[in-house]
């Protein structure tokens, strides 16, 4: 079975402040990435998802941006956080040919302030 | 914005009851999940039923689906403590690639 590893569990980090969230898979190859974010008592919102390297397509409009510089290997990123960046990120992996149930990391918690 | 939209969004009873949420979405899809999350940590997968199944069981869960009406249910029997956690529905859209698209979850709170 695969193992989604996220680092840090948790940040605070000030208004106007760069962002990197890293997240890696381990126990499969060539998975689909995916990172949500999840508000406070809510469900999650897709932001990124990568089906390969370098290969990113964004959902939403917003202030971050996602990178997959290696096959395991998927980066959720600011240049300035805002405080509406606030709240639980989550990336999950699909293993190739899976059958769509997606695994989950432990998640970050982050707040800006 | 969200496809499925779960009811009730609380839910409070005692250990050794049942335990039944609903889940509707707007759109035709391939499959729908549920997944259960423990406060503060990552979504852990329970169970998948497809576009032309009707219902499916896992150990203590049981799920319904019905296209018909676009709506889902999960039943979790003889409920325990640690039951307690949120769970959500997530869809597969048809023609959505992989993709899962999230309802707003039920709470579960189950007491001793």
């Known amino acids: 079975s695969q193992t989604i590893h996220q680092w840090p569990a948790t940040l605070v980090q000030p208004v106007g402040s760069p962002l990197s969230l890293e997240c890696t898979v381990e126990?499969?190859?060539?998975?689909?990435l995916y990172w949500y974010r999840q508000a406070a008592g809510r469900g999650l919102q897709l932001l990124f998802y990568s089906v390969g390297i370098g290969q990113i397509s964004s959902e939403v409009p917003q202030n971050l941006s996602a990178s997959r510089p290696q096959d395991r290997q998927f980066i959720l990123s600011s240049k300035k956080l805002l405080l509406s960046d606030s709240g639980f990120y989550l990336c999950?992996?699909?293993?190739?040919?899976?059958?769509?149930?997606?695994?989950f990391g432990p998640g970050t918690r982050l707040t800006v302030l | 914005s969200q496809q499925g939209e779960e009811d009730p969004q609380a839910l409070s009873i005692q250990e050794g009851e049942n335990a039944t949420m609903n889940c509707s979405y707007k759109?035709?899809?391939?499959?729908l999940q549920w997944y259960r999350q423990n406060s503060g940590r990552g979504l852990v997968h329970l169970i998948l039923?497809?576009?032309?199944?009707r219902e499916k069981h896992s150990g203590r869960l049981r799920v319904t689906l019905d296209t018909s009406k676009k709506s889902s249910s999960l039943l979790i029997t003889a409920s325990r403590a640690a039951d307690t956690a949120s769970y959500f529905c997530?869809?597969?859209?048809?023609?959505?690639?992989?993709?899962?698209?999230f309802g707003t979850g039920t709470q579960l709170k189950v007491e001793l």
């Open positions: 039923i497809r576009s032309n199944e």
């Open positions: 126990g499969t190859s060539n998975p689909n």
């Open positions: 999950a992996s699909l293993p190739r040919g899976g059958d769509h149930e997606q695994f």
């Open positions: 759109t035709s899809i391939n499959n």
């Open positions: 997530a869809t597969v859209l048809t023609g959505g690639g992989n993709k899962l698209t």
